[in-house]
């Protein structure tokens, strides 16, 4: 660190800083331990930048989130920021945490464990949600990890390539960590200025988090290489499981759930809004919650794809008779477009089935 930071940030009750610092590392900052105030376990997050504009950004997303690092207890505990001007150079003063996932992950064993992560998670997450930020950028290095009364609390970090969302967005522009990014991030073809749907721009995150409750879930990520990423995202989701080994009767539910969260369209992928209307407090009303949310998206998805299967069999039906024509209803699904179906045509979804049909017992397990 220069002579001149130095100085600057002992004017602050900044000082003792050590780098490399244990584990720490950023992809586009230095991360030292520091002391403040004259106690330890403290760290300094240093970003230097030549755009005024760019860093500019990423300080508005930190002021707009100020108050929330103070009261949610799942976002990075931020204690100050600075910014340098004649130095170029940015730095925040955070509380130093134990760990962080990537390191804890292994300890996460139960269903139980990963669901607690994921409550938290979602409830640091309704602090962006609220403030129409997107990350960009979740994997597990960013989900640091304090212990209070030896129970994990879950805290979101970095918000480096994190997007303030306007009218208007570079949606293309610097994403995250490759490997969980979601797919429309690689496969825009035309980037530029777009006019943004906040609701569907969040599920960029959400595909995010559902990859990291994947590696929870499987001990891996489906994909190790980008080519099998790709080959990833255009399998159907029950391909996607075949590789894996059986899957607990009891957590069949929440693996539907994670594949809803992974979908490639991001038109068919289950949104934050959805998720967060499952959170309480209470783990058990909050694992019905998430139950009833995926039995609900899977009798969607296979209504339409019975719909489907119906309008496939009217275009044959006339075909062979042109003079006698059924009568339909219509539906609009979620493109615009008119589904139909006979009136006469037995519904496999009737409530009297729908219990039976949505079991957790799923195809998934062999």
Not at 66 to 87: M, Y
Not at 325 to 345: D, K, T, V, W
């Amino acid at each position: 660190m220069e002579t001149q930071l130095i100085d600057k940030l002992i004017q602050l009750n900044i000082d003792n800083p050590l780098f490399p610092y244990k584990e720490y590392h950023g992809q586009q900052a230095l991360i030292f331990g520091c002391s403040y105030k004259k106690k330890n376990n403290f760290i300094l997050k240093v970003i230097g930048y030549e755009n005024e504009q760019t860093i500019q950004k990423e300080l508005d997303i930190y002021y707009r989130l100020k108050q929330e690092f103070k009261d949610n207890e799942n976002l990075v505990d931020i204690i100050e920021i600075h910014q340098f001007k004649d130095l170029k150079k940015v730095c925040i003063l955070m509380n130093e945490c134990n760990t962080n996932l990537k390191f804890y992950k292994n300890q996460l064993t139960d269903l139980k464990s990963r669901l607690i992560f994921f409550m938290q998670f979602l409830q640091g997450y309704k602090s962006l949600y609220n403030h129409q930020v997107i990350h960009r950028d979740i994997k597990p290095e960013n989900i640091l990890i304090c212990f209070k009364d030896n129970k994990p609390i879950y805290q979101l970090t970095d918000f480096g390539v994190s997007k303030l969302c306007e009218e208007s967005i570079n949606i293309q522009s610097q994403i995250g960590t490759q490997q969980y990014a979601a797919p429309e991030l690689s496969k825009i073809q035309s980037p530029g200025l777009l006019k943004f749907d906040y609701e569907k721009g969040s599920k960029i995150d959400v595909y995010s988090i559902g990859l990291v409750l994947y590696e929870l879930q499987f001990g891996k990520l489906p994909f190790e290489k980008p080519k099998a990423q790709n080959l990833f995202f255009d399998t159907t989701l029950k391909t996607r499981l075949k590789s894996q080994v059986d899957i607990k009767y009891d957590e069949g539910w929440f693996v539907d759930l994670i594949m809803q969260m992974i979908q490639t369209n991001p038109d068919e992928r289950v949104g934050f809004k959805k998720l967060y209307e499952c959170y309480d407090k209470k783990l058990d009303k909050f694992i019905l919650n998430l139950k009833k949310l995926t039995e609900d998206n899977m009798i969607q998805f296979l209504q339409s794809s019975q719909f489907n299967i119906i309008n496939q069999k009217q275009r044959e039906n006339q075909r062979r008779n042109n003079s006698r024509s059924p009568i339909r209803f219509f539906n609009n699904n979620q493109n615009g477009q008119q589904n139909q179906y006979h009136l006469n045509q037995p519904q496999f979804f009737n409530q009297g089935i729908r219990q039976q049909q949505c079991q957790t017992d799923r195809a998934y397990k062999r």
